[in-house]
């Protein structure tokens, strides 16, 4: 089969498709036909040799896909059937013809939904769900601020948050991306390049401060992150793009406010851990993506590139140029 490849770490002119060895899912995995797979900066990291992947799991880039079952590995509980459309949150392997998935980590594709779409659900979704519901506890009326709001998660973010009847509060980087960030059911944005975000946040919320925090930037927002937190309020960090250095007394500021930093990686969670982020993510959030429903979930594309292109589909999304997901076809 084909797959996304790269034989040495280095920039995205080192990627290349290569023909390896298809997989067989073993005890309780499926295999999946996979006809699209999105890009996440997880990819990028990988490429570049800063995130490699868990033991065990496969080498191929790709941390989500979306295609059809084309095999069944012995222990498989019926609950798929060859043919049936699927996607999946992926520790490695998306971006190739077939991957292998534990059948409990795949997810139903909504009817109405084609294969390109649901690529660019499994990562952003899940990944902005658990830190929503598992792990920041949103309630109802709550004031969200996401960073990097018309990222994958930032944009799925912002539409649980309002699911959630909670307040999504946003910066970015341009005013295309704040103007799609508002489309997307933000209250308010914020350009982190020429206005001090803090400030910002506390005149809106009338000094009060935001109660949860989707951080992915990590060091160099840690004092405005503080400044705009409020009282007992959660500061989640999901990422760490500008650096994980922290240089000032942040304990000391946390404290004073009775505050709390949670961390979170979904790629390392167990399977158990993923398994159930999954089933209550199908069970309470996808039923959202089809239509007919009063409060519409959707995924926003940014791009589809073929895997042939595996290269310039880095590029775009290493210069910020992206707003939503890019996706990667896989060859018919």
Request: hydrophobic letters at 40%; a negative charge; one cysteine or more.
């Amino acid at each position: 089969m084909l797959a996304a490849y790269f034989d040495c770490p280095g920039g995205p002119e080192n990627l290349y498709v290569k023909e390896v060895m298809k997989p067989h899912p073993g005890e309780g995995e499926v295999l999946v036909k996979v006809s699209a797979s999105a890009l996440n900066r997880a990819d990028l990291l990988q490429r570049r040799g800063k995130y490699p992947p868990p033991k065990g799991a496969s080498d191929i880039l790709g941390l989500e896909a979306a295609g059809s079952v084309a095999g069944l590995g012995p222990g498989c509980k019926g609950r798929w059937k060859i043919g049936d459309a699927v996607m999946a949150l992926l520790s490695g392997g998306g971006q190739a013809e077939y991957v292998t998935v534990p059948e409990g980590y795949l997810m139903p594709i909504p009817n109405d939904m084609t294969f390109i779409q649901a690529a660019a659900i499994p990562e952003a979704w899940l990944t902005a769900f658990q830190l929503l519901h598992f792990v920041g506890k949103v309630q109802k009326g709550e004031r969200v601020l996401i960073h990097a709001g018309a990222s994958g998660v930032g944009m799925a973010a912002i539409q649980l948050v309002r699911l959630a009847k909670a307040i999504p509060i946003v910066t970015a980087g341009t005013q295309e991306k704040l103007k799609a960030t508002t489309n997307a059911g933000a209250a308010v944005g914020f350009n982190y390049k020429n206005e001090d975000f803090s400030e910002k946040v506390l005149a809106f919320t009338q000094g009060s401060g935001v109660d949860l925090i989707l951080d992915c930037v990590g060091g160099s927002y840690w004092e405005k992150n503080l400044n705009c937190l409020s009282t007992d309020g959660r500061w989640i960090i999901y990422g760490l793009l500008s650096g994980g250095e922290v240089h000032g007394d942040l304990l000391a500021r946390l404290l004073s406010k009775r505050a709390s930093i949670h961390t979170s990686l979904l790629r390392s969670r167990d399977k158990e851990a993923s398994n159930g982020y999954e089933q209550s993510f199908t069970e309470d959030a996808l039923p959202y993506f089809s239509g007919g429903t009063s409060a519409r979930l959707q995924p926003l594309l940014d791009s589809v590139y073929p895997l042939e292109e595996i290269a310039e589909a880095h590029r775009i999304m290493e210069e910020n140029k992206n707003i939503g997901k890019i996706v990667i076809e896989m060859p018919a």
